[in-house]
């Protein structure tokens, strides 16, 4: 329809004219730094990770499993070991720092001399698991329908 096209893409024009050429080549730069730009507003660093920092490793839906980092492999890479003893390896973006101290056991043991007995207190019974709940039935009167086929 005789109308000069409007589109980012190379072509070679009629003329052939390096201006055409230089134009594009503006055009598709201006495009990509201010893609740069609306990227660059939203987006953040993630915070570095030490070894020995607790992470939770992203699942399927969720962040579900818990993890100790080892080690860091590359720039973005990282070995952690999970809580069942499985050792993997992560990028940054599947791990999330959490603020869980590694082993707390480890940590209030080295606190208590060793011949000192771990204080237990035997006056409180365990409280039952909401699971061992049993459920019932309800006491409230159950009135039938009243339906207009019964009442002929």
């Known amino acids: 329809m005789h109308r000069e ?5 190379p072509h070679i024009s009629r003329h052939k004219d390096n201006k055409n050429t230089d134009e594009l080549t503006d055009k598709r730069m201006r495009l990509k730094y201010r893609q740069k ?9 993630l915070e570095p990770l030490q070894e020995r920092d607790v992470v939770r490793i992203e ?3 969720f962040w579900d499993r818990k ?7 590359g720039p973005r890479s990282f070995v952690v ?4 003893g499985q050792v993997l390896r992560r990028n940054r973006r599947s791990l999330l720092k959490t603020q869980d101290i590694e082993n707390q056991a480890e940590e209030t043991g080295s606190e208590q001399p ?9 006056s409180e019974p365990p409280s039952p ?6 459920l019932r039935r309800s006491t409230r009167p159950r009135k039938p329908p009243e339906r207009l086929i019964e009442q002929e």
Not at 114 to 122: F, M, Q, S, T, Y
Request: avoid cysteine.
């Open 5 to 9: 096209l409007r589109t980012t893409l």
């Open 129 to 134: 698991s909401p699971m061992t709940v049993t």
């Open 114 to 122: 060793e011949g000192a007995a771990p204080d237990v207190h035997h």
């Open 81 to 84: 070991k999970t809580e069942n």
């Open 59 to 61: 699942g399927p839906e």
């Open 37 to 45: 730009m609306n990227y660059d507003k939203t987006a953040r660093q």
């Open 67 to 73: 993890a100790t980092v080892l080690s860091e492999v």
